[in-house]
């Protein structure tokens, strides 16, 4: 019974503290990588595949500034790992929620309660917020 208090202690410290430890420096890396084609190097819209896009991908230096100054950490993680689709070019944005699979992360959300996404997620999340305007 004592390890499972301390088990579940362990559990609940970890969920109640903030963002869990991310690698801003990952995630610049990942969005390099996978998104500055569409998005741009800036993250401001704008990369060398957008031209051939119907709908032209946003800003996403301005995700805060869309949502009342408050970085959407929900909408951001559900885009990416393909719980919450994007109709994009006629078809959803390409998700790498297969690609980022494992290292199973929790991440504290914007109303406070836990999400889990992956680590590399969590990451490209860190470096997302990080440039926001």
């Known amino acids: 019974m004592r390890h499972l208090s301390l088990a579940l202690a362990t559990a609940v410290s970890c969920l109640a503290s903030p963002l869990i430890a991310?690698?801003?420096d990952a995630g610049a890396a990942l969005y390099i990588r996978h998104?500055?084609?569409?998005?741009?190097?800036?993250?401001?819209?704008?990369?060398?595949?957008?031209?051939?896009?119907v709908i032209q991908p946003p800003d996403l230096t301005?995700?805060?500034?869309?949502?009342?100054?408050?970085?959407?950490?929900i909408r951001?993680?559900?885009?990416?790992?393909g719980r919450e689709p994007l109709v994009s070019h006629g078809s959803?944005?390409?998700?790498?929620?297969?690609?980022?699979?494992?290292?199973?992360?929790?991440?504290?959300?914007?109303?406070?309660?836990?999400?889990?996404?992956?680590?590399?997620v969590v990451d490209l999340m860190a470096y997302l917020e990080g440039v926001q305007k």
């Open 62 to 73: 301005e995700l805060s500034a869309r949502n009342n100054g408050v970085f959407p950490v």
């Open 76 to 81: 951001v993680v559900m885009r990416i790992d």
């Open 35 to 53: 998104c500055a084609t569409c998005h741009g190097v800036t993250a401001e819209g704008g990369g060398p595949m957008s031209p051939s896009l």
């Open 92 to 120: 959803p944005m390409p998700v790498y929620g297969d690609f980022f699979e494992g290292d199973d992360t929790a991440v504290k959300a914007e109303t406070g309660q836990p999400i889990l996404t992956s680590r590399a």
């Open 22 to 24: 991310q690698d801003g």
